[in-house]
């Protein structure tokens, strides 16, 4: 006759106050884990504190995304991580962790840099002392993907029946030491039976970054135009580039190329020179990222041919509506002075924007 097997013992449970003790540290690792900003009302918000500039604090939540508090009404504040802090007299750079301490104040616990000098530090300061602060960006980091695509449309009907179409969409994929950069725009604008505008542009710009500021860039560009009598322009070229600033409160890079340039005419001639070109990307946050103040382009010069210089580029302002929505109002230049047959255009653009 089988055996039946006994059940196994089962492991003897912990006593009521381990229990409890157990419990106790599994609350207090939670918010261990997240910056804490605690408001002059009483309230106390956790999360990631992204940025500080113009009076407003930029803090990321889980539960509400990108909270932006006015500064005046933070009582102290605390931080898990180094930031990187500037005082309200613009002598003092710090890197240092924020620690809560009495309201109104809060303690620097790090480094403070003042002209080649750096010095451990550990004082209390009042908060309005604080000019700026942002959250470094790790160099090498996981493929991140950032962009946005801008979107206009403007229907009008009077003497004369009136339509104008634009669609920009510009996205950034980093990965370590390299950057992948795409843009690409159409533009249409027809005036009764006739076509005033009608044209795309494309181009791609990868970066092989060098040191955490300096980089190579390789860049191609074409653009199509269905109007005017230059309806061709490619671009190839590559040189060093230069990023001064990337984090929170905003980007700002140069780069300066060498390669070639073709144009092409509807007449079916082409030109084609060697040239040198200086291309920017600016951008700054304001008000915690509410507004947003861009500028890119680039400024060619052919050493020969028919064409003698070209400019292209974009300027405007954004208000972002929340972390994914914004309006924009912008201006955009593209113009090739040439012997031979040249182009001038200026695209006046608003509408709506969805970033990521």
Known sequence: ???????????????????????????AAG????????????????????????????IHTDYGGDLRIAFDHVKTLQSD?????????????????LVSAEPGTVVLDGVRREADIVQPVKEDVPL?????????????????????????????????????????LNTTIRHGWWRHQFNGAYLHSREDDGVNTNNLGMDYTLDRFLTE??????????RRDWVEDLNR????????????????????????????????????????AYAGSLRW????????????LFTKGELMRPFEGDARIAINGEAGVRYNVNSWMSLYLKYARSQVSSTFQSLNESIYSTGLGVHW
Request: hydrophobic share 35%.
């Open 213 to 222: 500021k300096a980089f190579w860039q390789v860049r191609l560009m074409h």
């Open 233 to 272: 322009q490619t671009a190839y070229g590559t040189g060093p580039g230069y990023q001064f600033w990337d984090n929170e409160l905003g980007a700002f890079s140069l780069s300066a190329l060498l390669g070639r340039v073709h144009y092409g005419y509807s007449d079916g001639s082409s030109d084609a």
């Open 81 to 97: 991580t180094p930031l990187v802090i500037r005082d309200a007299s613009m002598a003092h750079d710090y890197r240092a962790k």
């Open 281 to 292: 990307d600016y951008v700054r946050y304001f008000s915690g990222k509410e507004f947003e």
């Open 128 to 168: 309005k002392s604080l000019e700026s602060l942002v959250r470094p960006r790790p160099f090498l980091r996981e493929t991140s993907v950032t962009g946005h695509v801008d979107l206009a449309a403007n229907k009008r009907t009077a003497s004369n029946d009136t339509q104008d179409y634009s669609a920009t």
């Open 31 to 58: 918010p261990a884990c997240a910056d804490t900003v605690w408001l002059d009302n009483g309230d106390r918000l956790t999360g990631t504190i992204q940025s500080l500039d113009n009076g407003y604090l930029l």
């Open 1 to 27: 006759m089988p055996r039946l097997l006994s059940p196994a013992p089962s492991l003897p449970s912990l006593p009521r106050r381990w229990r409890l003790v157990a419990l106790v540290l599994a609350l």
